[in-house]
């Protein structure tokens, strides 16, 4: 075990203690940060120098960052701590409840929420008290009965603006979610005594056993089947709060019993394809996501969408397309490769399913307009484009798949390109 010399610290080492500090915030917000840690980030800045902005921050960033996923929370963290001069007062406004209409509401960064619950801890500041002498404003009583409850407005909030609670809050209600589907009447038929078909076949054998005389005429209807449900998971940088989301629903999907679809099968995507099909089977969610996380190893990584459809189709579409299967497409769309084999890979994604769904989470902004160039590639070979951010939005997938004429928003933003 590694054992450390002891720190000529000042008599009042103020810096000293507020890497302590900040070190436990990073620790209240999921950073593995011990002990060891701390004392190799105080050595780190004594030799670094407290000079520079930039240094100071990527030395503490070396020093308590091993992990892509913790590169949001560290940076809203260390900004909140360190370089906003005003950090509680800003805290203070993204922990208390805001009245719609009475004050101007603020969205949170990606990660801020987490990171002001990090640095205030439990216990919230009381306000101070108004002095005798100070003259009292005008009063305003606000009847709360009427206003959203906290699960109400959970299932609106962007997924990359919620604090730990409310991830794991958010975590149970997709647990409760459901996806059903209506079933598809094949051509396969199934004996009913309403059916209005005339199965001529057991009418005739039916006779043979009576001695060639008919006594009735059976019925058919056809027979109902399910879908298969494919679903294609984005894991890059940009979508990797949404997808960790999504992969919650969708585990909570594949093991609900009686919902309605044949299988489902999952893929990851980033810079390469990965199936977590098998993954998704285990009945623990968090061993199941750890698990996928583990066989994907492009997590928080780059986006070449093309080349991992390219692969699916080529792949992948016999052995989990058949039979008319739905396609849910969870991506932004930001991709630099070429927009020509996107589009073309896209095409025959179109082609091989039933339903193709695209959610983005990029639809959550109002000003939304397809101008990326992969977007716009691959806009046009969707049945419905849909958005992806939120609880709602992911409960709106039902009447998305029930509904073979809901397009979303493509109507709207295919008058756009």
Request: proline residues 5%; glycine residues 6%.
């Amino acid at each position: 075990m590694a054992e450390y010399i002891p720190i000529e610290l000042p008599e009042n080492p103020r810096l000293a203690q507020n890497i302590i500090h900040f070190a436990r915030a990073l620790r209240r917000a999921g950073l593995p940060v011990g002990p060891g840690r701390v004392i190799d980030a105080v050595r780190a800045v004594e030799a670094a120098g407290f000079t520079d902005r930039m240094d100071f921050y990527w030395t503490l960033h070396a020093c308590f960052v091993n992990r892509p996923e913790h590169r949001t929370v560290f940076a809203q963290i260390f900004r909140l701590y360190w370089r906003d001069p005003r950090y509680l007062e800003h805290m203070m406004s993204l922990m208390l409840p805001a009245v719609r209409g009475v004050q101007e509401e603020k969205l949170a960064m990606a990660a801020e929420k987490r990171a002001a619950q990090a640095l205030l801890g439990d216990q919230m500041p009381e306000l101070p008290e108004r002095e005798q002498g100070e003259e009292e404003g005008t009063q305003i009583e606000i009847d709360a009965s009427m206003t959203m409850s906290t699960e109400e407005k959970l299932r609106t909030l962007d997924f990359e603006q919620m604090s730990n609670e409310e991830m794991a809050q958010a975590k149970r209600m997709l647990a409760r979610l459901k996806l059903p589907v209506k079933p598809i009447m094949s051509r396969r038929s199934m004996a009913s005594a309403q059916g209005h078909r005339l199965d001529y076949r057991k009418t005739i054998r039916d006779a043979l056993r009576r001695g060639g005389e008919i006594h009735s005429i059976a019925r058919a209807k056809p027979r109902p089947r399910w879908p298969n449900l494919v679903v294609l998971c984005d894991i890059s940088g940009s979508m990797s709060h949404y997808s960790r989301m999504v992969l919650h629903f969708l585990h909570a999907v594949a093991n609900e019993k009686g919902a309605g679809w044949a299988r489902v099968h999952a893929f990851t995507f980033g810079t390469q394809l990965t199936n977590i099909t098998r993954h998704l089977a285990t009945r623990d969610v968090d061993a199941a996501l750890k698990a996928a996380g583990a066989e994907a190893h492009d997590w928080e990584g780059g986006t070449r969408i093309g080349q991992c459809l390219h692969q699916f189709n080529r792949d992948w579409t016999r052995r989990v397309m058949g039979q008319g299967a739905v396609v849910l497409l969870i991506t932004d769309g930001l991709d630099r490769d070429d927009a020509g084999a996107l589009e073309k890979e896209m095409e025959r994604l179109h082609l091989s399913s039933r339903r193709l769904i695209w959610l983005n989470p990029l639809l959550r902004w109002d000003g939304f307009a397809p101008k990326a160039t992969g977007i716009r590639a691959m806009l046009p070979h969707v049945h419905s484009f849909r958005a992806g951010h939120s609880i709602a939005s992911l409960e709106d997938l039902a009447t998305a798949i029930s509904r073979p004429d809901d397009m979303g928003e493509k109507a709207r933003l295919m008058q756009m390109l």
